[in-house]
């Protein structure tokens, strides 16, 4: 089983030291991309990524998800919204085993993960949860999200984006969840908004917020984590409902 690296003192993964490694400025780079490519040479997580074959440090996310809430098991079927570039896929097809499914999308075309079926489209298109559905072509025990909407620079809208698309993500998982099935989504610090909030509470035997050891500290992401879905289906109008708005 895939584990965290762990970071003490100046850095360490997987008991290998790492040393820190200072980037100097190129005359054409930024200096914003030269703090990202010096955080990224002295990230723990993307050396053990790379190590692990893992195709992005957000791999461990879910990882530490699943370490603490336990829904990733032998035998159970997933759909990854916000696939790309695999990583999280990966994670699911290997806990899941041969006998669980994984079906993963993003807007981003993206290398498929042996084991799991990989789409490129864009989720919130018509077509989209119909495509989905054919390739679970059955229930889902656990959908997890970790798509993001293209940020603005402006907190409260890009909260609202998010959330945005934790709503749809929602609605679509609680189509194709079966009872008991688990609900994973990315939001942002001020956790689910009260009406978002309590559709969740009304659906799941539990809903708790988690911020992964592997998110980095100054990311404002968390996760809200919904388990023990009840089995109550969205209104069959609800799409339309939601474009009118």
Not at 32 to 59: C, F, I, M
Request: glycine residues 10%; hydrophobic residues 40%.
């Amino acid at each position: 089983m895939s584990k965290s690296p762990t970071k003490t003192g100046s850095g360490r993964g997987s008991g290998s030291r790492m040393m820190f490694e200072a980037v100097k400025t190129a005359k054409k780079r930024k200096p914003s991309s030269t703090r990202w490519l010096q955080r990224q040479l002295n990230d723990p997580y993307v050396h053990e990524a790379r190590k692990l074959g893992y195709r992005s440090r957000a791999a461990f996310k879910l990882i530490e998800l699943d370490e603490r809430f336990h829904f990733l098991k032998k035998g159970v079927r997933v759909v990854d919204l916000g696939a790309a570039p695999g990583g999280w896929t990966q994670i699911a097809v290997d806990r899941v085993g041969p006998k669980g499914k994984v079906v993963g999308m993003d807007i981003l075309e993206y290398d498929p993960v042996p084991g799991a079926i990989c789409m490129q489209g864009d989720f919130l298109a018509d077509d989209s949860p119909d495509r989905l559905k054919e390739a679970l072509d059955g229930l889902a025990d656990v959908v997890v999200s970790d798509m993001a909407a293209p940020t603005t620079g402006h907190p409260a809208t890009d909260h609202l984006r998010i959330i945005g698309l934790v709503e749809v993500a929602l609605h679509f998982a609680m189509e194709v969840l079966a009872p008991g099935g688990v609900f994973v989504a990315k939001v942002f610090q001020g956790g689910t908004e009260k009406g978002l909030l309590d559709l969740l509470k009304k659906n799941f035997e539990t809903v708790r917020h988690a911020k992964p050891p592997a998110s980095r500290k100054e990311s404002a992401e968390t996760y809200v984590v919904a388990a023990g879905f009840k089995g109550e289906r969205p209104a069959a109008h609800w799409r339309d409902e939601r474009e009118a708005e």
